[in-house]
């Protein structure tokens, strides 16, 4: 920990490039999708030496321009905020890719031009902002600065979300808006109590010392229900279905794969100290019970992929807060369950929400009971929806296999059974809403409808790459645990 | 020793890759296709009988994967699983060439053969996992592999029953996991080839032993379609003959009785399951399987459906040999793990071939079959005989050593369930063959393509049934031969179950 | 104990917000609820202020940091939500007004 500030300055790339890709996307209008890649990809590679300095030197501190905390902000990367980082990374390079191509085919395909240039000059800088304040959030140290990066991750997935333009998603945005506002006050007021109980914002001090008095109690209550409301934990899921079902395809993705995990993350860091786990680690559990279930149904009787899929996220952010209870003790198979669910999910469900928005471009619709036959038009994001399936099941070999099986045998060896239960009754109710949308993928129906555009292949491919590494994660999984040690 | 380890790799990637290739290539390249199947399928031949000769001098195979700390995904060949690794590519052989040829002319058949590598190549790992988990990865990949297979025609009966099929499996492959899991918390990893591994827990954990065994038994029995969870199998027979080939004899049911196999001999071990009270539970499955299972196939008149009930009850003597618990009866069902594997695989062809020739689905409408198809009746005939167990067939060998080891135990009862099983084998097979060469054909075939020069339908649909059938006549006549399956058998047991 | 100053307003801080808060799910109007969400942000504002006079004469700087931070902050989101506001209404028109797409398309 005693590190001089200097030595860890490659700490600040993963949130400068992205921050400057932003800006070079909003002032250079004519190609922002060549800038867009090439920010994508750098910001991919120090996301790596990141991930890499932390496995090899253990966790790395940095503090901007050497002013030193409180009033100076610190950086800090430890093997969680490492993985999330490279999460981010891996599955925001995936995404950068599907985009290119994804504006490509419309603006090839479509005669409203001018429309869709004007999208995609709003994407770019948008999504590296969002990319940059995301890294930012995984990276902080102190709280208050934290508060400042949920903001930032708010506002430019808000702006994300109303790019389609269509009367509903504008709608949703603005419900997304104000949920958001409320559960970053709700945040903030909470880090006034932690400040006012602590006198520090810094998040490995309070964290470690969670002592059961009012103040703290009142604090850590403010800020869960603050971060449940924006990672949309039942019962504050209300407006995650519609702002994520009528974005276009890649914001989808994003806003499901990558945003909701930010918020998720800072729930974790809050309560991994432990100190009140034991007495109320059961409330967020139970939640996530409830959200497993209830997400799974709800995903069933939905009549269009995106809905479906989108239902699909509120379930399995259930799985996201059902292990907290196992982390009460130190052996860290709770956490590595927690965290191997939350990348497994965010490959496979990027996949599958890429691979939707392929269907939605070539058919023009997403009912669910007409995509039978699509599977001739577009082999490979078929494919690839199928294989993201596999991984939300939790069915070998995949990440979802691994999280799975380290939730369940951590349940049972704690004697919590009916935790254990849930996860493998979740895991059959997805099973249930998942095959009812592969069954009607994959059937060998033929299709009369003549496909609307082309496709472009780096759209069907990403989406492809994204569910292979869902499936690969469930074999390699040494290397993130071993990341996910540095502590 | 690396290209030991390098084997079993190979044995899987020869039927992988040509399976994801499969997939790329385009549908009407029909002859990269076949050429890439039947090379996968005769590379695999080959490297099977190098791993089968290399463990009858003694040789080990074994490879290991770290997957999670503490936890190892393991291939490992001993000769229970040569046993079943050889029936799979032997059978995957015969399957390629016949759905070659059954598949001319349907649509997706990029598709179907992609599936049907990947199908065998996952069957393959389920023989060579090494222990539990690695069984179970494997196990559930089966699932997902065969149901697109499931699933091929599209129709709605089909998609259907792709439905029931996912349902029964899927709840099986979750009671499976839930088992597997709590074993291994309780013990760690568990290893097939550390025998006696739970003894130490028989005082202290009684009842959590006999949880796990519910949930591993009911999770591979849904597989093997042990009564009652059987409902998937006979309605997954819309599915093409090739497919139902390869869901009874080569991968599904195979690889639950082959999974019952593991758990009560290499998991659990005989004198643990009996000292837990059991075998015998099990043991009265198995039999309620093989009656009910031979009772509902007399009532069909769809000759698919009829095989379907067969298999259901036939699947069982492994189970049955298992549980009666002696050397000879454990010889005796896991010699029927071939011997079923490669009758039913002629008669699933054979069916396939009247379907495709004449379209006659209906056992009533058979009339006159074996004069219009002599040598595709000729095969059934003889795998028909087989089932019911006449000498020399094979059938007959399972049987006779299922016996006797009943006898051995002292459990005579089983004799009488083993006569009447027998007759109603007799009953539900006789009659078809009566009709078929007895009867006067009633009215002109559904339709008829014609015979193809010297034979009566195209030969590829012809040749395999030909050759599993005079396999199926071969390893009865040849039983005592030191190359046939009940001498490999005896091998096994007499190495590793025999001290019991 | 006395109802000293920083508790008065610390207080009225915590109250704010729950009259924001109130006012957030009851209000029918948009921009009711946006203007429920800056009462919010102002009472946690007022909250944090009263945390700089914690002991003694020496006031922390920090508290104030935030404070000044958070307006910056409560002012973009406000400005993003009244945009988005805009955008709301102008789709709810009639489509006589078509001609106002352009400008929609700039915004996005």
């Not at chain 2, 046993?83 to 059954?102: G, H, I, K, M, R």
Request: net charge positive; hydrophobic share 55%; charged share 10%.
């Amino acid at each position: 920990m005693n590190l001089s500030p200097d030595s860890s300055a490659w700490i600040i790339w993963p949130v400068v490039v992205p921050l400057l890709g932003a800006v070079v996307c909003f002032l250079y209008k004519k190609k922002p999708r060549l800038a867009g890649h090439f920010f994508a990809v750098v910001t991919c590679g120090t996301s790596t030496v990141l991930g890499w300095q932390v496995l090899s030197q253990g966790v790395g501190r940095h503090l901007l321009g050497g002013w030193s905390p409180p009033l100076g902000i610190s950086l800090r990367a430890d093997g969680p905020a490492a993985l999330m980082v490279m999460m981010t990374a891996v599955t925001g390079l995936g995404i950068t890719l599907y985009s290119g191509g994804y504006f490509q085919s419309r603006l090839a395909g479509d005669s409203q031009d001018h429309r869709f240039r004007a999208q995609e000059q709003s994407f770019w800088p948008l999504w590296l902002l969002l990319w940059a304040a995301l890294n930012g959030l995984f990276l902080s140290g102190d709280i208050f600065n934290i508060y400042i990066s949920l903001e930032l991750v708010a506002l430019s997935s808000v702006g994300l979300t109303v790019l389609s333009g269509k009367p509903p998603s504008l709608v949703a945005a603005m419900r997304y808006l104000l949920v958001s506002l409320l559960g970053s006050l709700t945040f903030l007021l909470g880090v006034g109590f932690f400040y006012k109980a602590h006198g520090t914002l810094e998040l490995a001090v309070i964290s470690k010392a969670l002592a059961p008095t009012p103040p703290v109690i009142m604090a850590l209550a403010l800020v869960s229900v603050g971060l449940m409301l924006k990672t949309a934990l039942f019962p504050f899921h209300f407006w995650l279905p519609p702002a994520h079902a009528n974005a276009l395809a890649p914001v989808s993705a994003i806003l499901s794969a990558l945003v909701i995990k930010g918020s998720w993350y800072l729930f974790y860091r809050f309560w991994q100290g432990g100190g009140l786990l034991a007495a109320v680690g059961i409330v967020p559990a139970l939640l996530g019970s409830v959200a497993i279930i209830w997400g799974a149904f709800q995903a069933f009787s939905q009549q269009r992929l995106k809905m479906l899929v989108a239902y699909s996220t509120v379930a399995q952010i259930g799985y996201l807060f059902v292990a907290f209870p196992l982390l009460v003790d130190s052996a860290g198979q709770g956490r590595d369950a927690l965290f191997y669910f939350a990348i497994s999910h965010s490959c496979a469900k990027a996949a599958m929400f890429l691979a939707a928005g392929t269907f939605f471009l070539q058919l023009g619709h997403d009912r669910i009971r007409d995509l039978a036959g699509v599977r001739q038009l577009l082999p490979v994001s078929s494919f690839a929806f199928a294989l993201g399936g596999v991984s939300l099941m939790g069915l070998p070999p995949s990440g979802g296999f691994i999280a799975k099986y380290l939730l369940v045998s951590k349940a049972i060896s704690q004697d919590l059974w009916w935790l254990a239960l849930i996860a493998v009754v979740g895991s059959g109710l997805t099973a249930v809403y998942v095959f009812r949308a592969v069954s009607s993928v994959l059937s060998p129906h033929l299709l009369e409808e003549r496909p609307l555009l082309v496709v472009a292949a780096s759209m069907q491919w990403s989406a492809l790459a994204l569910a292979l590494l869902a499936i690969v994660l469930g074999i390699m999984a040494p290397l993130p645990l071993a990341l996910l040690e540095v502590t | 020793m690396a290209w030991q380890n390098w084997l079993l790799l190979l044995i899987l990637l020869s039927s992988m890759v040509p399976g994801l290739i499969i997939f790329t290539l385009a549908e009407s390249n029909r002859g990269w296709r076949t050429a890439l199947n039947l090379c996968g399928a005769v590379v695999k031949m080959i490297l099977v009988l190098v791993m089968i000769i290399g463990i009858s001098q003694g040789q080990r195979f074994a490879v290991a994967l770290p997957l999670l700390p503490g936890v190892d995904l393991v291939l490992r060949a001993d000769p229970l699983s040569a046993l079943f690794v050889a029936l799979s590519s032997l059978l995957w052989l015969f399957t390629t060439l016949y759905a070659v040829a059954y598949l001319e002319d349907s649509p997706n058949r990029s598709h179907f053969f992609g599936y049907f590598s990947l199908c065998v190549t996952v069957t393959i790992g389920i023989a060579l996992a090494g222990n539990l988990l690695t069984f179970l990865f494997f196990f559930e990949m089966l699932t997902l592999t065969t149901y697109p297979l499931v699933i091929h025609r599209g129709t709605a009966e089909a998609m259907a029953a792709g439905r029931v099929y996912l349902l029964y499996t899927l709840t099986g492959g979750l009671l499976l996991f839930l088992g597997v899991v709590w074993l291994y918390v309780l013990v760690g990893e568990v290893d097939f080839s550390r025998q006696g591994l739970l003894m130490p827990l028989l005082d202290g954990h009684r009842p959590a032993l006999i949880g796990i065994f519910c949930l591993l038994i009911s999770g591979v029995g849904v597989k093997a379609a042990l009564v009652p969870l059987h409902g998937w199998l006979p309605r997954a027979m819309v599915a093409p003959a090739p497919v139902s080939a390869l869901l009874h004899a080569v991968a599904v049911v195979k690889a639950g009785a082959f999974g019952i196999m593991r758990i009560v001999l290499d998991v659990y071990g005989l004198p643990l399951t009996s000292g837990l009270g059991l075998l015998m539970p099990l043991m009265l499955v198995a039999t309620c399987t093989i009656l009910y299972g031979s009772l509902l196939a007399l009532r069909q008149d769809n000759l698919k459906r009829l095989l379907a009930y067969s298999t259901v009850s036939q699947v069982s003597y492994i189970v049955l040999g298992i549980t009666i618990g002696n050397p000879l009866a454990i010889m005796g069902g896991m010699v029927h793990l071939i011997h079923q594997g490669i009758m039913k695989i002629t008669l699933f062809f054979c069916a396939g071939n009247i379907a495709e020739t004449l379209g006659v689905h209906a056992i009533s409408r058979m009339n006159g079959v074996g004069r219009r198809l002599p040598l595709t009746m000729g095969a059934f005939t003889l795998a028909a005989m087989g089932m019911i167990g006449l000498p020399p067939l094979a059938g007959f060998v399972s049987k006779w050593y299922l016996g006797l080891g009943a006898i051995n135990q002292g459990e005579g009862w089983l004799l009488v369930v083993l006569v009447l099983s027998t007759l109603l084998n007799a009953a539900y097979f006789l009659p078809i063959i009566y009709r078929a060469w007895f009867r006067e054909q009633e009215g002109p075939w559904p339709k008829d393509s014609g015979a193809m020069g010297l034979w009566e339908c195209h030969w590829m649909l012809v040749v395999p049934p030909l050759l599993t059938a005079a396999i199926s006549l071969l390893v009865g006549l040849l039983a005592n031969s030191t190359l046939s399956p009940l001498a490999w058998v005896r091998f096994i047991v007499t190495t590793r179950y025999e001290p019991w | 104990m006395a109802l000293s100053p920083s508790l008065l307003y610390g207080l009225t801080g915590l109250m704010l917000f729950v009259i924001g808060l109130a006012a957030l799910f009851t209000s029918p109007q948009l921009l009711g609820k946006i203007l429920a969400v800056n009462i919010m942000a102002s009472g946690i504002f007022l909250f944090l202020i009263t945390l700089a006079h914690g002991s003694g004469t020496l006031i922390d700087p920090v508290p104030q940091a935030m404070v000044l931070t958070g307006i910056v902050v409560s002012v973009s989101s406000t400005a993003v939500a009244l945009a988005l506001l805009c955008r709301i209404e102008a789709a709810a028109r009639p489509p006589a007004h078509l001609p106002k797409k352009k400008d929609e398309a700039r915004q996005g």
